[in-house]
């Protein structure tokens, strides 16, 4: 059974950072391809990045530069790097996992909430 568990989670002052976790387990870590969402109240879910098996990563434009996305193979576990953060970055944080870049994320993980004040 696939689990995914988020944490790291929090309140913190714009400007300031918070890295994020996500442990994974019943699955070859090594062979998924790691995505990082969010959901803000009220609109829908968005991508934020992501990293494959091999290390390759993307991001969505307005977390560029800001946030880094890293996995640690032998923890089974990806990482959130979130620097300088924004009021409008606030939202639960989610991570999933997919096969292949062709196929959907088929298990995520229950959230982490993240909260960042002016």
């Known amino acids: 059974q696939v689990q995914l568990v988020e944490s790291g989670g929090g309140l913190v002052q714009a400007g300031g950072s918070l890295r994020l976790s996500c442990a994974a387990s019943?699955?070859?870590?090594?062979?998924?391809?790691m995505g990082w969402f969010r959901q803000a109240p009220g609109k829908e879910r968005e991508f934020v990045g992501h990293?494959?098996?091999?290390?390759?990563?993307s991001y969505a434009d307005s977390v560029k530069g800001r946030f880094t996305i890293s996995r640690d193979n032998a923890k089974n576990t990806v990482y959130l790097q979130m620097n300088s953060l924004k009021p409008e970055d606030t939202a639960v944080y989610y991570c999933?996992?997919?096969?292949?870049?062709?196929?959907?994320?088929?298990?995520w993980g229950q959230g982490t909430q993240v909260t960042v004040s002016s």
């Open positions: 999933a996992v997919r096969r292949t870049f062709a196929s959907s994320y088929d298990y």
């Open positions: 019943g699955l070859t870590f090594v062979n998924y391809i």
């Open positions: 990293i494959s098996w091999s290390g390759g990563y």
